[in-house]
């Protein structure tokens, strides 16, 4: 089969089965998955291997793209308004996956401090597509809507943060060989490599702006914005810096910098089809027969992260003083895991062969369920706090 | 040919103390959606005001963040929600132009050429630019606006 051939028969399906999800209100990246994992190479076989091939490109360009979106909405003026409770639970409720999923995988699962790091980096991310929907669809409205939005904006960023600075660490870890020992240093190592990815992502964006007002027409505003995005994507693998820490840097300056949304505008008019294929090649790439296989780490995952949710929402609530129902529910408006978590994965499983499948395996896993489940909860938090009229 | 050759001088503007009421009554004056401007007692601009500003603080969402969560847009969210959403009818004299109005808004100065205004607009998806000169509100400039100074020039109007 011809590799564009295939391709375009991966559009129209993804496309079809977003239709027919549509029909069931769930959010359309479950859709994208399951397709993608009933059309891949374990399956149907219709996503060829030379597809597959590709899917690192695609995946390295979907979370730039995810990362520089997520930038944007780092505005320092929305974070000051937003306040201490939105930061203060976003901080706690990431931090609450983090570290509890981790401990349960070194302690419950024994897995050892690498893959534990990384799996617990990982329960720390939510997306916030599948939460705005139910908001949106219940029409809910008042201070618990509120700042639940504010935290699923505001979290990504904690998250990707988080994400970066323990791949890093694994990463060091792995590149010294040695285990426990070297956590220190491995720490000082990744310190270097996130100071290499702020100070990348401002050096191109301050290019941007600076290149920009030579920028005329909005078809080479597009070819302008896809070759810097390109640029920090391509020099963050080259410098083995994390690419999405790099990315999200470049949206939250530009965003911070200038007032005008065309830089994201222009990215937005192509950006549908590259989510589309990200979502489909985390699903292609899954191996069927090692979803038995992971079985119990995806049980513990799937209970230990939402439950480290409401731990950290619930410290987070406490030290904000918030009130008892944003302390109480909150956390059921955070359970959606997506893009973010897909794409670390995906990046987990080339950068670390020993346990990277394991680790991809259990995320792609997790998000279809948590992706089912994940609109269910979010309404019941808006009924219980009063919110769904 | 410049920008203050083809601007509309006599552009309608609003002060930050205008109420909402205010407004939309001069919102319905246009025959469609327009961009008001904002400026003090000194006619220094301050930024400018649309329906989007009017409408966001009533929607669920703001429409900034349903950009950046993809897959989550979808439809005319905002005429859905409105229709639902229950607005107290003294919003009208309790919401001010101060409140909702925008001031990052994209400029241009009177002494530019229409060319440049053009690219501008084309760049930016805008129909429509405040025009300033120096700190000062000076007029608005649309693309009607530059088509119709230039047939005027050419004589045909």
Request: proline share 4%.
């Amino acid at each position: 089969m011809h590799i564009l051939f295939s391709l375009g028969l991966v559009l129209i399906g993804a496309w079809f089965s977003g239709k027919i999800i549509k029909l069931i209100n769930l959010p359309l990246v479950t859709a994208y998955i399951i397709f993608g994992i009933i059309a891949g190479p374990f399956a149907m076989n219709i996503v060829h291997g030379n597809l597959i091939t590709v899917s690192p490109l695609v995946s390295s360009v979907g979370l730039g793209l995810i990362a520089f979106n997520i930038g944007q909405n780092f505005i320092w003026s929305d974070i000051k308004r937003m306040g201490k409770m939105v930061a203060l639970i976003s901080l706690f409720e990431a931090l609450g996956a983090y570290f509890m999923v981790m401990l349960a995988a070194r302690y419950f699962l024994s897995m050892a401090w690498a893959p534990a790091m990384c799996l617990g980096a990982l329960a720390s991310a939510t997306a916030p597509a599948a939460t705005m929907m139910v908001i949106k669809e219940y029409r809910a409205s008042g201070l618990f809507t509120s700042t639940l939005l504010g935290i699923v904006a505001f979290d990504d960023a904690v998250c990707l943060i988080i994400i970066s600075i323990s791949l890093a660490m694994v990463n060091t870890m792995a590149i010294m060989g040695a285990g426990n020992a070297a956590v220190s240093h491995a720490l000082l190592f990744s310190l270097g490599s996130i100071g290499g990815a702020l100070l990348t992502g401002i050096v191109l964006t301050l290019l941007i702006k600076k290149i920009a007002p030579f920028v005329i027409t909005r078809e080479n505003l597009l070819i302008f914005m896809l070759a810097f995005l390109f640029i920090g994507i391509g020099v963050s693998e080259m410098l083995k810096i994390p690419l999405l820490l790099t990315c999200m840097v470049m949206g939250a300056v530009l965003a911070n910098i200038s007032h005008e949304t065309k830089f994201f505008d222009v990215l937005h008019e192509v950006d549908a089809p590259v989510y589309l294929l990200f979502f489909v090649f985390s699903g292609a790439n899954l191996k069927i027969s090692a979803i038995t296989s992971v079985g119990a780490v995806a049980a513990v995952y799937f209970i230990v992260r939402v439950f480290g949710k409401f731990a950290g929402a619930y410290i987070g609530g406490v030290l904000s003083h918030a009130p008892a129902r944003i302390k109480k529910y909150m956390w059921l408006g955070l359970v959606p895991q997506a893009g973010v978590a897909l794409g670390a994965a995906l990046m987990v499983r080339d950068q670390l062969p020993l346990y990277g499948e394991m680790i991809f395996t259990t995320i792609v896993t997790t998000t279809v369920a948590y992706e089912l489940v994940g609109p269910l909860c979010t309404k019941l938090a808006l009924r219980k706090s009063g919110e769904i009229s | 040919m410049l920008v203050k050759d083809v601007m509309i001088r006599d552009a309608i503007t609003v002060t930050r103390s205008t109420n909402l009421r205010e407004l939309l009554e001069i919102f319905t004056k246009f025959h469609t959606s327009p961009l008001l401007p904002v400026v003090d007692r000194d006619r220094v601009f301050l930024g400018a005001i649309k329906l989007k500003d009017v409408i966001e603080p009533f929607c669920s969402i703001p429409s900034r963040m349903m950009r950046t969560a993809k897959y989550a847009s979808g439809g005319s969210f905002m005429i859905n929600e409105l229709q639902y959403i229950n607005i107290p009818p003294d919003s009208g004299t309790l919401f001010l132009v101060d409140d909702l109005y925008s001031k990052k808004i994209i400029t241009i100065q009177e002494d530019e050429t229409i060319s440049s205004a053009e690219q501008m607009m084309d760049l930016n998806r805008i129909g429509t630019i405040p025009v300033l000169k120096g700190p000062t509100f000076a007029g608005m400039l649309t693309k009607f606006d530059i088509v119709i100074g230039i047939l005027k020039e050419k004589g045909i109007i």
